[in-house]
């Protein structure tokens, strides 16, 4: 885990999105049909992962506190357990220190799954490559 804080993480594939709501982050794996909500200091913690720096940079920039980094570090394993989060290919960036213009608030995740059917049955999804609302040809169908 110590390893992991000094890692680069980018969203583990094109089905993790993400969205800023200002006070909470949602991100959703399309993938799974389970969505996240993210609040206290955890949005502004899954904005720089997701642009690449590493949990310890991060807990610098908050004034690098050893508990902040164990808070910072405790939201990444969460993180990486839901699969949101992959090792990025390209190393972290240096860390910017100071210039959170914000202060540490314990980070939130809460996790939902109450609405999984919906995202998993979305007909969107299942269609040929000549797009909605045509559906893909069965095998032996006409066509």
Same mark, same amino acid.
């Given at each position: 885990?110590? %390893? ?13 999105? @993400? ?6 982050? =949602? =991100?959703?794996?399309?993938d799974?049909?389970? @969505? @996240?909500?993210l609040? !206290?200091?955890?949005?502004a ?17 908050f004034?690098?506190?050893? !508990? ?9 394993? %969460?993180?990486?357990?839901?699969? /949101? ?12 220190a !100071? ?8 980070? /939130?995740?809460?996790? @939902?799954?109450?609405? %999984?059917?919906?995202?998993? =049955? ?13 559906a893909p %040809?069965? /095998?032996?169908?006409?066509?």
């Amino acid at each position: 885990m110590d %390893q992991d804080l000094d890692t680069a993480f980018c969203p583990a594939g094109t089905g993790i999105i @993400f969205r800023d709501f200002g006070d909470e982050m =949602v =991100v959703a794996n399309l993938d799974t049909g389970i @969505f @996240f909500s993210l609040g !206290g200091s955890a949005p502004a913690i899954w904005a720089a992962l997701a642009e690449g720096h590493s949990a310890r940079g991060i807990a610098t920039a908050f004034g690098g506190d050893p !508990g902040i980094l164990a808070s910072i570090g405790g939201l990444l394993g %969460q993180l990486r357990a839901e699969a /949101l989060l992959t090792p990025a290919a390209s190393p972290a960036p240096a860390p910017a220190a !100071g210039v959170a213009p914000w202060a540490f608030v314990t980070p /939130l995740l809460e996790r @939902f799954d109450d609405l %999984q059917g919906l995202l998993l =049955v979305d007909p969107i999804h299942e269609v040929s490559e000549a797009g909605w609302p045509l559906a893909p %040809q069965t /095998l032996g169908g006409a066509g």
